[in-house]
């Protein structure tokens, strides 16, 4: 449903466009070099005003969503992402009793960003310097450290952000907690409590729940990136193109350790890799998908600990088209069993399809779950080191994007792997 807000906000959309299609081509027209640079920051202005009138879409759609409080389930829902799964933010509380927010999918850990600029013009300044006193303000405001640069954190928040809706595990349901300190204590329940009823005068049950502490410890993620100086220099859309960078390669890299990895790389262990989730195996040296009965057997194994129906499935692209060529006896597609149907099935190049099972070596896995249950820390500053050296030969500049995040899953038993798809033969 659209909103009387909502139309206004199309309809300014359409007039920022048309105002950055004109700056644009009064920047191809032009001939006076010295109206370059006046065009360009007329571009990027008009640029920014888009971004803040997506956000302003994008909070205006959840708000209606939030207050009808069900997803959108337009189409079969297989392989549709959903709509916001929670209305409110959960809030804890420290050992000092200071409030932690706890972020669903949908909710943004920044509030607007009134630095004026965007990352990737954050990025531009630290190389060819500031061009507007909105730039010369950030770059201020960020701290010049042994390692690099700390972005200030409106513009960290909004990155992050950006980051978070091209992750995977975060879109399929994962919470966000944003970390304050290097490490996070939270609680964990390994076994549920149980309860019956008594004759009066009877003895109570005992009831062993069992919980154990989790700790979320901020590790470093690291990114390159490199950018030529012409790009640096020369190009009006800048921003969008380093922030699109910047974002691909660090989403990736959290899906990765959030999904399928197993530590020993120092990062965080991931979904897949976690002792005491549930499995659901395609046979000694795996098997190809011929139906959609693994998924519905690890649906089963969720119900079977209570964790509810799963909010996602997550697998490697190839696993997501063997399964969209799925056929019955007559050659026509196979149809999505009902239990299915409202279950967003995603895709993720992070998954490995080099996993061994048996005399397998190209088998693959399927996660899926109540991902609500995986909880992502993420420390609010994004640190940046420009390598201005390491790639000069090929005119390049590099930069080393890093962050510091980890993982833990709050009810192991929320989640269940399919191992062993192979490919068809």
Not at 176 to 192: C, E, G, H, I, K
């Amino acid at each position: 449903m659209k909103t009387a807000r909502l139309i206004e906000l199309e309809r300014d959309r359409l007039g920022l466009i048309d105002e950055a299609r004109a700056a644009l081509r009064a920047i191809e027209d032009n001939t006076d070099a010295k109206r370059d640079a006046g065009l360009a920051r007329a571009h990027e202005a008009a640029m920014r005003k888009l971004d803040e009138n997506q956000l302003d879409q994008d909070e205006e759609r959840s708000n209606v969503s939030n207050a009808d409080n069900r997803p959108d389930q337009s189409g079969d829902g297989f392989g549709q992402d959903f709509g916001p799964l929670y209305t409110a933010p959960s809030v804890w509380s420290d050992v000092n009793g200071n409030p932690v927010t706890v972020l669903e999918r949908n909710q943004p850990m920044a509030t607007r960003n009134n630095s004026g600029i965007g990352f990737g013009e954050y990025v531009r300044a630290l190389v060819n310097g500031p061009r507007t006193e909105a730039e010369r303000r950030a770059l201020s405001e960020g701290t010049a450290t042994e390692g690099g640069y700390t972005v200030p954190t409106p513009v960290s928040a909004e990155f992050i952000d950006k980051l978070r809706a091209a992750t995977c595990a975060i879109r399929a349901g994962a919470r966000t907690v944003p970390m304050t300190s290097a490490t996070l204590s939270m609680a964990r329940l390994d076994t549920d409590p149980t309860v019956s009823w008594r004759l009066e005068n009877a003895l109570i049950d005992d009831s062993d729940p069992v919980f154990s502490q989790l700790l979320l410890e901020a590790k470093a993620c690291a990114g390159i990136v490199k950018v030529s100086r012409e790009l640096l220099s020369d190009s009006v859309n800048v921003n969008e193109i380093l922030t699109n960078a910047f974002v691909r390669v660090m989403a990736l890299e959290l899906d990765r350790v959030a999904l399928w990895n197993d530590g020993t790389d120092d990062g965080p262990i991931g979904v897949a890799a976690t002792s005491g989730i549930n499995e659901v195996s395609m046979g000694t040296n795996g098997a190809a998908l011929t139906n959609y009965n693994p998924l519905i057997d690890a649906r089963y194994e969720l119900q079977l600990d209570n964790a509810g129906d799963p909010t996602a499935f997550i697998m490697h692209p190839r696993t997501d088209r063997d399964m969209a060529k799925l056929v019955n006896g007559n050659d026509d597609p196979l149809p999505v069993p009902e239990v299915l149907r409202n279950v967003p099935r995603m895709s993720t190049t992070s998954a490995s399809i080099a996993e061994t099972q048996g005399s397998a070596t190209t088998a693959s896995s399927i996660l899926t779950g109540n991902f609500r249950e995986l909880f992502i820390g993420i420390r609010d500053q994004v640190s940046i080191t420009v390598l201005k050296e390491r790639y000069a030969d090929f005119g390049q500049i590099g930069f080393l994007v890093w962050m510091r995040a980890d993982v833990q899953l709050a009810h192991k038993a929320s989640f269940c792997r399919v191992k062993g798809v192979i490919p068809p033969a």
